[in-house]
């Protein structure tokens, strides 16, 4: 069965730092998105991406943050400057035209 | 602006009994409405949606959920739970507008003991 992927599993870096977080999603699904889970907290939408561009992004989406679909099967995060408070763990997600999204397992970023 | 409540942060039952998780909702419009289920060190993995049609959709795993537009809610159940079941589960929405971006619950745990 198909599913979503993410790498790396555990990413720890420093404050200040960049970072990528990266995601392949289910290869026929037209949808792209992340979200984020701080520790003891709810799941939070940051940003959706079709047909090559941003569709909707939240708040938390500020001018640090940007993705990317480089090649027809990635799909990146990026973080330009990494604050403690990023620390979270992030969800790659993708759907169809079916309404579902199908998550992948999850980078858990550690800002130190 | 669109939000979930689960108001039970952990829901203990016994193998073989039922189990229902709570879940009311607010959004704009008619809702699409989601659970999912977390187990450990995993992602969250998709159960069941509800989008239009009869109240009650069945989902993977033997889990159901009824939609009740006039309580809002959208209850998880289950006829009788297994051990395997525990894990953490989330109830999502959004409105069936242009927007995609799911709103989640805070998560009810569920423990099933043997």
């Known amino acids: 069965e198909p599913e979503v992927t993410q790498t790396p599993s555990h990413q720890v870096t420093q404050m200040g730092q960049e970072v990528i977080l990266r995601c392949v999603p289910i290869?026929?699904?037209?949808?792209f998105y992340w979200y984020r889970q701080i520790l003891g907290q709810k799941v939070e939408f940051l940003v959706s991406?079709?047909?090559?561009?941003?569709?909707?992004k939240s708040e938390i989406f500020d001018d640090q943050f940007s993705v990317e679909r480089p090649d027809g099967s990635n799909f990146t995060l990026k973080i330009r400057s990494t604050k403690l408070e990023d620390s979270a763990m992030y969800f790659c997600?993708?759907?169809?035209?079916?309404?579902?999204?199908?998550f992948g397992p999850g980078t858990r970023l550690t800002v130190t | 602006a669109q939000s979930v409540a689960q108001p039970e942060d952990q829901v203990n039952v016994a193998e073989g009994n039922p189990l229902t998780v709570k879940c009311t909702y607010s959004?704009?419009?008619?809702?699409?409405l989601f659970w999912y289920v977390q187990y450990p060190n995993r992602g969250l993995q998709f159960l069941l949606k509800?989008?239009?049609?009869?109240?009650l959709v069945k989902g993977s795993y033997g889990f159901e959920a009824e939609f009740n537009k006039s309580q809002t809610s959208f209850h998880l159940k289950k006829p009788s739970a297994l051990v395997s079941d525990s894990a953490l589960y989330f109830c999502?929405?959004?409105?069936?507008?242009?927007?995609?971006?799911?709103?989640f619950g805070s998560g009810t745990r569920l423990q099933v003991q043997p």
């Open positions: 997600a993708s759907g169809g035209e079916g309404s579902e999204q199908y």
């Open positions: 290869s026929n699904h037209l949808y």
């Open positions: 991406f079709y047909n090559n561009e941003i569709s909707e």
């Open positions: 959004v704009s419009g008619n809702p699409y």
């Open positions: 509800y989008i239009t049609g009869d109240n």
């Open positions: 999502a929405v959004r409105g069936n507008t242009g927007r995609r971006a799911l709103t």
